[in-house]
């Protein structure tokens, strides 16, 4: 059974940083393309970052030079390191493959970026 389950979300103040893990489970990790994708309210869910299976990277032009995705493979985690947050990066952040898998959406973790 295929699980992904995200933490490290919260409230920070505007030009802090976060760091959001999400451990995979159930499939074989490493060969699988990861994203971090985002849901404010009243928005549509986007793809902020990609970490592909060949260790390449990609990003959304929104958070191109702030966001630093990363995977380790031997612990089946992807991670979104997220500097110089700004209130518009407020939003439910959810991992998943790419392209992402309807089933495997899990619960996301809450992002506040608030003074």
């Known amino acids: 059974q295929v699980q992904l389950v995200e933490s490290g979300g919260g409230l920070v103040q505007p030009g802090g940083s976060l760091r959001l893990s999400c451990v995979v489970s159930?499939?074989?990790?490493?060969?699988?393309?990861m994203g971090w994708y985002r849901q404010a309210p009243g928005k549509q869910r986007e793809l902020v970052a990609v970490?592909?299976?060949?260790?390449?990277?990609n990003y959304g032009d929104s958070v191109k030079g702030r966001f630093t995705i990363s995977r380790d493979n031997a612990k089946n985690t992807v991670y979104l390191q997220m500097n110089v947050l700004k209130p518009e990066d407020t939003a439910v952040y959810y991992c998943?493959?790419?392209?992402?898998?309807?089933?495997?959406w899990g619960q996301g973790t809450q992002v506040t970026v608030s003074s």
């Open positions: 159930g499939t074989m990790f490493s060969i699988k393309n």
């Open positions: 998943n493959f790419v392209p992402a898998v309807n089933a495997y």
């Open positions: 970490a592909s299976r060949d260790l390449s990277t």
